[in-house]
């Protein structure tokens, strides 16, 4: 299963930035979705995570209130919308895909995205 992350690029502090993941929809339908990143040197964490309902969501810290992910099943395809970016927001964004109806956000990941790079200069 091939998940296509795109929307990554350089933007200034403060600027706003949105990528988009696309999935096939006999997965996206059925998966809980996430945004990890993983800045250089560091491990990759989990951002941001949407049930497959779109009834829950779940935000790290770090991102909360600047960062809103959304999914569209029409077009099978998940959103992570990125506002007032700061330059520790520079990484490489991975979405993933979890098989699960779950609404727990507890998922165990089975599919990963080639990856997109978001670069926030000061």
């Known amino acids: 299963v091939q998940l296509q992350a795109s929307g990554g690029g350089l933007v200034q502090a403060g600027g706003s930035l949105r990528i988009s993941c696309a999935a096939p929809?006999?997965?996206?339908?059925?998966?809980?979705m996430a945004w990890f990143r993983q800045a250089p040197g560091k491990e990759r964490v989990r951002v941001a995570a949407?049930?497959?309902?779109?009834?829950?969501?779940y935000y790290d810290g770090s991102v909360k209130g600047r960062f809103t992910i959304a999914r569209d099943n029409a077009k099978n395809t998940v959103f992570l919308e990125m506002n007032n970016l700061k330059p520790e927001d520079t990484a490489v964004y991975y979405c993933?895909?979890?098989?699960?109806?779950?609404?727990?956000?507890?998922?165990?990941?089975?599919?990963w995205g080639q990856g997109t790079q978001v670069t926030v200069s000061s």
């Open positions: 949407i049930s497959w309902s779109g009834e829950s969501t």
């Open positions: 929809e006999r997965t996206f339908r059925r998966s809980g």
């Open positions: 993933a895909a979890a098989v699960s109806f779950a609404e727990d956000l507890l998922y165990e990941y089975n599919y």
